[in-house]
């Protein structure tokens, strides 16, 4: 078979492609999730694109590893940020685990033991970003079958947000 006809390939795989899965939250329809980094201000460092039933903590590394190096005037250039901030979704010892290896330290709310209010102060940032990501409304819904297009639209949403931050300061 040819690369790019339509066949065999397309007629077995489940109905929403790759990467989805039962949402818990929804009556257990597929569908997707958006995990984001962002810095202070809220640009997008990062984005990763799973099923809805995969836990927040199994693409964390892939997300903190995802971060380009920063440039500064003198020495090495620092590879990751020096904070990070979560909510109680990452709560769990690989992520600490995983923050600890990278020299980050983790800002993360416990469950149970913490409120969600205190850690408000910095998580809005990400959640208006990600208000912001969701203004597209292609990436609201998914409609693409295959992982690839929808992560294609996904990045394409990314750089328009960080479009406007740059275009904000030129």
Not at 30 to 56: F, Q, R, Y
Not at 68 to 73: G, L, M, Q
Not at 82 to 92: G, N, R, V
Not at 129 to 135: G, P
Request: glycine letters at 8%; charged letters at 35%.
């Amino acid at each position: 078979m040819e690369p790019g006809s339509s066949g065999q390939r397309e007629r077995t795989c489940k109905k929403g492609g790759a990467e989805i899965g039962p949402n818990p939250t929804d009556r257990g329809k597929a569908g997707s999730k958006h995990h984001i980094l962002v810095d202070a201000s809220g640009v997008p460092l990062a984005v990763e694109l799973t099923g809805a039933n995969v836990h927040d903590s199994i693409p964390f590394e892939r997300l903190l590893d995802k971060v380009s190096p920063i440039r500064r005037p003198r020495g090495r250039p620092r590879k990751r940020p020096s904070k990070l901030h979560a909510d109680k979704a990452y709560d769990h010892r690989r992520c600490r685990q995983a923050c600890r290896r990278r020299g980050i330290r983790a800002r993360i709310a416990r469950r149970g033991i913490e409120s969600s209010q205190r850690l408000g102060r910095h998580r809005w940032v990400v959640e208006r970003t990600l208000a912001w990501l969701h203004r597209f409304r292609r990436l609201v819904i998914r409609y693409e079958r295959r992982a690839d297009i929808h992560r294609a639209f996904l990045m394409l949403g990314v750089a328009l947000l960080c479009f406007r931050f740059v275009s904000r300061f030129c």
